[in-house]
């Protein structure tokens, strides 16, 4: 008879007793005022049982831990244990984390670092495996996964399924290998994440039918409603860019509300501890009407129903003492974070540092072949060319044909064409050399300098854009000689330099140091670089390499029309 | 690319569509008009696809086919292919099954005949493993199955967990053998069924914490409510014998009814003929007041998740084409079932006979030691015995003192105490020779015969009684000639003989054949032998051996007084 039997039965003292709370009882959908006895990182029961400790609730609400049902850790461009640091406070106890992005740099190796590091922590991390690495078949990423790949990874310890797929053609198109990986996941009796925007109908039929059973990518009610009829759960994303949240409310019914849950999909550090994390979620959609009761359970049982994590979710004997204390039902500001029973966060504040796992080998992911002379000399002897456009707070790019000054040379000549930026993507996993050279107009706006970034959807080769070859040359050296990460420069000097040394994606530094630095060096690209208002300094340019989202993107092959699907010269 | 994605995506025709169909969406919880299409046995998805066969449904309502959340196929008397011929044309396409009976008789060699007898079957069934061989430590069943034994079977494929767990004292106990049961099948991700009848507070918070998952013994709204707050699944039985789904719906309600699913148990087979399988419950509980989508989904969605059957439950793109048809949602009347795809059953008749597994050695389940001369002989020299005495219409017995009048001889008298009659359990598993004898005051009242059978719980060794040592020796070597069953002896003749070659437990022909030869057997016992009409003929006999019902009961060991938990002499 184990340890934890003696307590539940009372012959051992429980660990803590909190007495006096307001027990959400997610399985019946009401709040109950008892205690809750914990023992051993499980909860024992209801009854007043003898403790060691013995905590005094108040009166308040004692929720289930909260689930983010699906999240890119790297997006924080924190490591693991930070990231945990960060979310632990905000009452997030399990994050179903999809390291799509580390995968596509470090493939297998990155994803174990992930299911590693992971395993240290107090906040539970459900691995989905990254589906589409690379992307697209055009792109140079730092690893292909085939199904074979992941299928040896499907039986370890905290993989939670396959990550999201973005393949809709390829599902549609029935391609074997994309339908293997979905197969295997299923066979093993796990979930399978979705990612499908506007995909209605029979489609959506074929897609659902293939065995895909989330989605997180609905912006109306109509695609919501067609998902959850279909037997998919739907993830109400509220994330740093795409906030669909009070978009999707208005859907959530008290009869479907059982196939909903919540997710932050990519949330910065500086926005978690600006606006939080799971609770802000909360608090938006009670804010927006919803009741309290449905709130929470998409923060919880829904959430580990999904993923079928049948020892979370709710507060009942047996389940993990995951559990948070908050405030009221409209706050919903933790003041007591427990995860297995230990006290991990106090009024927003961790009660210790978590160990991080040393990353290794993913220090050395910048891996650039030795730089011509003159890097980015582009050739536009025609003086016509294609050129990139920002929209205003948009992903979307335009393509441009313009008129541009060249030298006598043929050369694309920077000084006669003020206000342009030159772009440049240089692969930098397999030292292959490829560089790819574009042009962006006036809608960057970039002068004095150059600024260049190891984060690159999805591929996450270097980027770099700016008005002076030798400032973007620098900027890539400095990028180097960190291993990745942010780095701006100007006339010659380096302005600021954020390692991201995990991949070239995720720091070792806590959160707040993150977010300060990023926050002052997006000050100095508006301030100093005169980069334009309308864009976002370093999320416009880790995105110009995504290939998937129109209309005109560049990668290490060059500039590549999404519309044709093909890759285009910059000379028109 | 299979053939099921090459129908999902239109390419090749589906093998079904069911046009015009009122559809159950039990995930979004309402009907909606729409076509179904299905293919390789799923649901290709709701266009309206080029198909094979087409079906106008002309605004019925379609439901996911029907779950029985618990049932012993055994209380049917039916082995599975018949009892499948019999709830199929109900609607009923997947059973969870816990075959405790067979399990108690032929051990392991029974769970597998139960395990490849129904992977015959279009009928679905997952089997619970059964965790209380024997019910008793002091019972003689035909095996002992110990953790180490049901280990092997839990990765099993047919296998769904833990059957249910009646050792309550064992688990609140602490018994390692009973805890490591529960642990391996929570370790294998599988639900582990409880029977805790009256359980409350903290030792049902132990039961649960100890991992046990749903209970259908609840006959209070307070029991209900008790264990959905503790994370536990909730069934409503509704049997022949235990009918509790009128007292439980007035607990059900639309924030817990997620947890709440539909079982019947024990349902013999004339009862299933007159008031059908899941579909009973459905017309009970609508009747009843309770919303039929809520219903639906407690016969399906709520089934499947409990059970952790991610395949069914509803009807959507990729999930088994188990469907239902039904005229309305009063009467539930199922016009068509499908299995996989297949029409199964039209208006309430099989569309064909299924395969039966032959039973093999089950057939030779009664292996008796030699009867000695006299097996019946009941020494009461003082004149005073302790008597079994029936309570009308219950399981329960009383204890009674008595004076009985005996021979010269010391022997019980039967022809001298009018009225009384002599019970005897006879060990057949293991040819021990063990015998227990006892006395029945005239509470069962039988006269000028003897009743026999092996249905006797939950060790099913023969019991018999009569009024006549020579009737009650034949009817118990009929008994053994026909290698159990039920049997009826009038005066040293047979009046009726049922063989149950499975098992002693199972008849192999169809449910009217048996429904109606135990209906004349019943009418025969009351009307030729004077069975009292207060007693059930062959049931009060079937659980005179069960030693878990207070308060007087008999085994092969002997009498046994359940409230002292031990033997007892008859005479006092």
């Known amino acids: 008879m184990d340890s934890f039997f003696e307590q539940a039965t009372g012959r051992e003292p429980a660990d803590l007793r909190i007495d006096n709370a307001l027990v959400a009882d997610v399985f019946s959908g009401e709040f109950f005022s008892s205690s809750v006895c914990v023992g051993k990182g499980r909860i024992l029961g209801f009854s007043e049982m003898p403790a060691r400790e013995v905590l005094d609730a108040e009166g ?80 140079d990423a730092g690893a292909v996964l085939t199904a074979a790949d992941l299928a040896g990874l499907l039986e370890e310890d905290g993989v939670g399924g396959l990550g999201e797929m973005m393949n809709v ?47 997180h990518e609905c912006t109306t009610v109509e695609e919501l409603r067609e998902r959850i009829r279909r037997g998919m759960y739907v993830l109400l994303r509220e994330g740093s860019a795409a906030r669909d949240l009070l978009h999707l409310l208005p859907g959530v019914t008290p009869e479907n509300a059982r196939r909903c849950l919540f997710c932050t999909d990519d949330r910065q550090a500086a926005d978690i501890l600006n606006r939080g994390h799971m609770d802000s979620h909360l608090r938006i959609a009670v804010a927006a009407g919803l009741d309290p009761m449905t709130a929470v359970r998409m923060a919880t049982i829904n959430a580990a129903e999904c993923y079928g994590l ?15 204390l908050v405030d009221d039902l409209q706050n919903f500001r933790p003041l007591r974070v427990w995860s297995e029973g230990e006290l991990i966060a106090e009024n927003g504040v961790m009660c210790r540092t978590l160990s991080a796992l040393d990353p290794g080998e ?44 060249v030298g006598e040379d043929g050369l694309f000549d920077i000084a006669r064409n003020p206000g342009m930026n030159k772009v440049a993507v240089l692969e930098r996993h397999h030292a292959s050399g490829k560089i790819g050279l574009g042009l962006l107009d006036g809608s960057y706006g970039l002068s004095g300098g150059a600024v260049a970034t190891t984060i690159a959807h999805d591929s996450h080769n270097i980027v770099v854009a700016g008005d002076d070859d030798a400032d973007m040359l620098l900027a890539v050296k400095e990028i180097a000689r960190i291993g990745g990460g942010v780095v701006l420069v100007a006339r010659g000097k380096i302005l600021g330099s ?36 309308q864009a976002d300094a370093f999320m416009s340019l880790s995105f110009l390499a995504l290939p998937v989202i129109p209309h005109l993107k560049i990668t290490a092959r060059g500039l590549f029309d999404v519309d ?9």
């Open 310 to 324: 049948k020892d979370r979710g709710g507060i009942a004997p047996g389940l993990r003492a995951d559990l948070v």
């Open 498 to 533: 954020l390692p991201l040394p995990v991949g070239g994606l995720m720091s070792e530094e806590p959160a707040s140091r993150v977010a300060e630095v990023l926050s002052g060096f997006i000050r100095l690209a508006h301030e100093h670089l005169h980069v334009s208002e």
């Open 169 to 215: 053609p390829g599902v549609l198109g029935g391609d074997a290998d994309v339908l293997q990986k979905i197969r295997d996941a299923r066979a093993h009796g796990k979930q399978v994440d979705g990612h499908s925007p506007g995909l209605l109908g029979k489609d959506l039929d074929v897609f659902c039918a293939a065995g895909v059973g989330t989605d």
């Open 362 to 405: 993913l220090r050395r992911s910048v891996c650039l072949a030795p730089l011509p002379e003159r890097p980015f000399e582009l050739r536009v002897p025609s003086g016509k060319a294609r050129v990139i456009s920002l929209k205003p707070h948009s992903l979307i790019t335009e393509c441009r044909e313009m008129n541009v000054c």
């Open 564 to 572: 044709t699907f093909r890759f285009v010269p910059v000379e028109l």
């Open 60 to 139: 308040r609400y004692l929720l289930p831990g909260l689930i983010d049902g699906h999240v890119h850790i790297e997006s924080s461009m924190l490591c693991p244990a930070r990231f945990a640091e960060l979310v632990m406070p905000r009452g997030t106890t399990t994050i179903i984390a999809d390291p799509h992005e580390i995968a596509n740099v470090k493939g297998l190796e990155g994803i174990r670092y992930m299911l590693e590091a992971s395993r240290l922590l107090p906040l539970d991390v459900r691995i989905m495996l990254p589906s589409c690495v690379p992307a697209l078949p055009v792109e």
